[in-house]
C-alpha cells in the first residue's frame, strides 16, 4: 500500500522546486531589466554630453570636448568657415559605427569609424565621435553593433547638432525573443539635441541686414512689395 505521507512530500518537493525557478526567473529579470536601464540612461547620458560639448566645439574647433577651452596653440578656423564651410542653408549627417579595438597596454579601447571627408564639418564630427567613445567605454554592457549618427543643420540664424547612438545588445534566450518580435537583440538608442549659437555673429548679422535695408530703402520699395506678397497671400 502507498505511503500517503511520502506521497505528500514528494509533492510538496516537487512544487517547491518549481517556484523556486519561478523566483530565480523573476529576479534575473529584474536583474537584466535594471542592467538594461543603466544602459540606456549611459547611452542618453552620453549623446547629452555630445551634443552640448558638441555644440561649443562647432564654434571654434580648438575648443576641447572636456572643458570647453581653447587652444590658442592650434590654427583657428578660416574666416570665411561660416559661409564655406558651415554648411549655410544646409544639413548633413555623419554616420559611423564603434569597434573594439586591442591598445597598446594589452587592454581593449573602443575607435569610432567614420568616413567624414576632409571638410571642416567633417573633422568636427571625427572629434565629437572620439570623446563619444570614451564616454561609452564606462558602459556595463557591451554591444553587438553600435552605430553613431550625427546631424547638423544650419538656417543662417542658428545651427542645430544631433546625436543619435544605436546599440544592439544580447539578451538571455534570444531564440524566444526572436521568435515573437523576429530578433534574439534589444534595440538601445539615446538622442540628443543642442543648439550651436554665436551671439557675437548673430548680432554682425543683424547689424548687416539693418545695414542693406537702408541702403536698399531708397532705390527698392521694400515695404510695397512685402505688403503686395501679404495680400497675394490672403487671397
Not at 578660416?78 to 558651415?86: A, E, K, P, Q
Request: with cysteine.
Amino acid at each position: 500500500m502507498l505511503d500517503k505521507h511520502k506521497y505528500d512530500r514528494g509533492s510538496y518537493t516537487i512544487e517547491a522546486s518549481m517556484i523556486f525557478m519561478l523566483i530565480i526567473f523573476a529576479i534575473l529579470t529584474l536583474l537584466f531589466t535594471f542592467l538594461y536601464m543603466q544602459q540606456k540612461a549611459c547611452l542618453v547620458s552620453a549623446a547629452s554630453f555630445a551634443a552640448q560639448q558638441g555644440a561649443e566645439l562647432w564654434t571654434d574647433s580648438r575648443r576641447g570636448m572636456e572643458d570647453g577651452k581653447v587652444d590658442i596653440s592650434e590654427e583657428a578656423d578660416s574666416t570665411g568657415y561660416r559661409i564655406f564651410d558651415n554648411l549655410l542653408f544646409s544639413s548633413k549627417t555623419f554616420e559611423g559605427y564603434i569597434v573594439e579595438e586591442a591598445a597598446s597596454n594589452g587592454k581593449h579601447k573602443l575607435v569610432m569609424k567614420m568616413d567624414a571627408g576632409n571638410s571642416l564639418p567633417g573633422r568636427k564630427a571625427e572629434i565629437i565621435g572620439e570623446a563619444l567613445c570614451k564616454r561609452l567605454e564606462s558602459a556595463v554592457l557591451r554591444s553587438e553593433n553600435t552605430v553613431v549618427r550625427i546631424s547638423y543643420a544650419n538656417n543662417a540664424l542658428r545651427g542645430r547638432l544631433s546625436v543619435e547612438i544605436t546599440q544592439e545588445i544580447a539578451v538571455p534566450l534570444g531564440g524566444i525573443k526572436e521568435f515573437f518580435d523576429g530578433k534574439d537583440s534589444l534595440t538601445l538608442c539615446g538622442r540628443a539635441v543642442a543648439a550651436v549659437t554665436e551671439p557675437a555673429e548673430f548680432i554682425r548679422n543683424v547689424d548687416l541686414a539693418v545695414e542693406l535695408y537702408r541702403k536698399l530703402e531708397g532705390e527698392l520699395d521694400l515695404m510695397g512689395l512685402i505688403d503686395k506678397v501679404r495680400t497675394k497671400g490672403r487671397k
